[in-house]
């Protein structure tokens, strides 16, 4: 069977591929394609298409496998095509590492998804700690980012919302960091995405989807729910991966 975790990360990646065909663009700074690329309009469209068929893909028991490790490709492009080069080019920029965790996320999820749906093979246990790894690690630059952008984190979070904005962008980003360490050292490490995605959900219900429902017009409000969407279904993902990993 389908695990619930894929069909939520899948859900996400097929969000993202009709929000790219409904604005006919990229997912605006989590795809930053430049403007000055030839048939860009028409790149948009296929990668958005592209995204679509791997989620709807994914959901199918006989084609999970194959749509997943297709988004997991498709994410990995992203993430050597766009985000590698600005790191190289900007490391002390904090956003580009940010940036790149977030599309490195999704690979990650796409490859545990992929490992999942493969059954229990030597290969697809590698696949699984691999993901695992470089999910942890995407977590702990997460967390960072809330440190390094805290003012920006803090506004996005309810003002009725007590104790304060800040208090919760801080508490959040130790959370993040808390949940990669957890993940990375093997202690408590499904505990922690259990909980991981369930902040994620939490995300989704306070700040974007109030966001969208106040602006349904907007481009980015829509690629935020579906973001945010996706790598819930990520972190949950890692939960049934660390699941399947201990009854192996």
Do not use: K
């Amino acid at each position: 069977m389908i695990s619930l975790g894929t069909r939520i990360y899948a859900l996400g990646a097929l969000a993202l591929g009709l929000v790219g065909l409904a604005w006919g663009d990229f997912a605006l700074v989590w795809q930053p394609v430049p403007h000055s690329i030839p048939g860009r309009t028409v790149l948009a469209y296929v990668f958005a298409a592209a995204l679509t068929v791997g989620g709807l893909a994914t959901n199918w028991r006989r084609t999970a496998a194959a749509g997943a490790g297709a988004l997991c490709g498709l994410f990995g492009l992203v993430v050597l095509l766009l985000h590698v080069p600005r790191v190289l080019a900007h490391p002390q920029v904090f956003g580009a590492w940010s940036g790149l965790a977030e599309q490195l996320a999704l690979t990650a999820g796409g490859l545990m998804a992929c490992a999942l749906s493969a059954g229990s093979t030597a290969q697809a246990n590698t696949w699984l700690r691999l993901g695992q790894w470089a999910f942890g690690g995407c977590l702990i630059i997460f967390g960072l980012a809330h440190f390094f952008y805290l003012h920006d984190t803090a506004e996005m979070v309810p003002e009725w919302l007590p104790p304060s904005q800040t208090f919760w962008a801080l508490a959040t980003g130790v959370a993040h960091i808390a949940a990669g360490a957890a993940i990375l050292i093997g202690i408590q490490a499904r505990l922690a995405a259990i909980l991981l995605t369930i902040m994620f959900a939490l995300f989704g219900v306070l700040i974007h989807a109030p966001l969208l429902l106040a602006q349904p017009y907007s481009h980015l409000n829509w690629v935020m729910n579906a973001m945010n969407l996706a790598l819930t279904g990520t972190a949950w993902v890692m939960a049934d991966s660390l699941f399947a990993r201990h009854l192996r």
